[in-house]
Structures are given as C-alpha cells and as structure tokens.
C-alpha cells in the first residue's frame, strides 16, 4: 500500500502529495471570473504566510529580499522545484488559476520543506489570475526571470486573445521586469511558438538571447524537463519551440 493510511492524498513511500487527488481541467478560461482574494498592490501581499523562513509573523519584512522569479501558470510546481535549489538564495512564486493544481503545489512544497530541512523555503505559490493581477503582485522592475511553460495554446483565432504571451499582456511583464530580466517561453505547439516569438520579436523592450547566452544560462536547460508537460512531450518524441528574450531599456 502506498498512500499513508491515515491521509490517503500522501504517499507512504515518498512523503508528497499524489497528484491523482488533485486532478483538474488541463486549462482554464482566463478571462472569466474567479472567487478569490487579490491583494490591491504589492505591498499588500503577505510574505510571511509563503516564506516565513526570510518575514516576520506580522507580514513585516523581516529581510531585503523580495520575490524575484515568477512562474505564471506553474501548473503542478515542477520547474518551481528544480528552480529552487539551483537558486537557493531566490525568492520565486507560482502563479496558478485552477484551485486543486494550486492545493497540490501548496502540499507539495509543505511536504518537501518537512522532509528537507532548511530547503525548499524560498518557493511558494498563490492561486491567481495572472493575465488580470500581475501588477498587483510585483512592483516596477521587481522581477528578474518570468516563465510561460507549455501555456495553454488557445488554438481559435476568436480566443487568441486569451494566450499568455500578447503584445499587450508584454507591456506589464516589462513593467514588473528589470532591465536585464529574462522572459522564458516554450511550448509542444509550434504555431503558438511562432505567435510567442513573434510578439516578443516586435516588441520594443525586449530582445532576443544569444545562442551563447542561451548555452550559458542553467534555467534554459530546464525548460524541456522540469515540468510535467515537458516530460510528457519528451517520451512521446515530440518538437519544442522556445522564445528566450531579455527585457531592455526603452530606447531615447
């Protein structure tokens, strides 16, 4: 028997949540409205209640750090895990929309921090709509790295407006960036890679990564493994196509 007989949504054998009991809809409609709570600006969002190890049980800052990676539709946490030790020192949160993927990565990161002393404390993740409240969760320049992996396609013409990555959506994802900050992108679909690159190709602050940047930087190596969907496109022997750009200073 593998689930712990008292709570049977924990594994026996690995101490993490299983994800059978948190199974959603692969997708949900972003543009439609959802019941929970948004914080009305950045400095409302209480940092205790996701990394208590760095704030202070009041909400006060209790250190210098700020969030500085975000996830957007991080999906059942998989590149927030791999993310985690290789930047051990970065506070990054997930941005997921459906309720029970949330739960899941919530469980899963309580579980991971139990079973790994002094790990795992700077990841955490917030049930949101992304495409709606970016502003409200990060300052101007606050950020350094975005990632949009495997989002959904949106494959009828009608419903492009609900993709992730858009021209205008690139307006606030340059907002919250630094200059310098990364936008990383990939997806199995390669219409949506061309529309995710050809936004990011005409858009004035933002410019493609070199080849030898792109061999250089360890987050790059992830975007084709760490996630569930990623592993899913790989065993099956399936294309990738990725948009990798830096976020750059408006032109005089």
Request: charged content about 25%.
């Amino acid at each position: 028997m593998l689930e712990n007989e008292a709570n049977p949504t924990i594994s026996k054998s690995t101490g993490l949540p299983r994800k059978r009991f948190y199974r959603a809809r692969a997708h949900s409609n972003p543009l439609s409205d959802s019941h929970f709570p948004v914080p009305i600006s950045p400095s409302h969002v209480d940092y205790s209640l996701h990394y208590p190890q760095f704030f202070s049980s009041s909400g006060e800052v209790g250190s210098i750090k700020k969030v500085q990676f975000a996830d957007v539709g991080c999906g059942f946490g998989g590149l927030l895990i791999s993310l985690s030790t290789l930047f051990p020192e970065t506070l990054m949160i997930g941005m997921e929309l459906r309720d029970k993927v949330t739960e899941y990565v919530k469980e899963r990161i309580l579980a991971l921090r139990t079973t790994n002393p002094g790990q795992y404390q700077n990841v955490s993740v917030v049930r949101t709509n992304s495409m709606k409240y970016i502003p409200n969760y990060f300052e101007k320049g606050q950020l350094t790295k975005m990632f949009f992996l495997f989002p959904d396609p949106h494959f009828k013409e009608k419903n492009h407006r609900r993709r992730v990555i858009s021209p205008h959506l690139l307006d606030e994802y340059a907002y919250v960036l630094e200059v310098g900050g990364i936008i990383y992108s990939i997806t199995d679909v390669e219409e949506l890679g061309d529309w995710m690159k050809t936004c990011l190709e005409n858009h004035s602050m933002f410019e493609a990564l070199t080849e030898e940047e792109l061999e250089a930087d360890p987050a790059v190596k992830l975007l084709r493994t760490a996630t569930e969907e990623g592993q899913k496109v790989a065993r099956n022997g399936g294309q990738t196509f990725q948009a990798v750009y830096r976020r750059i200073a408006p032109s005089l």
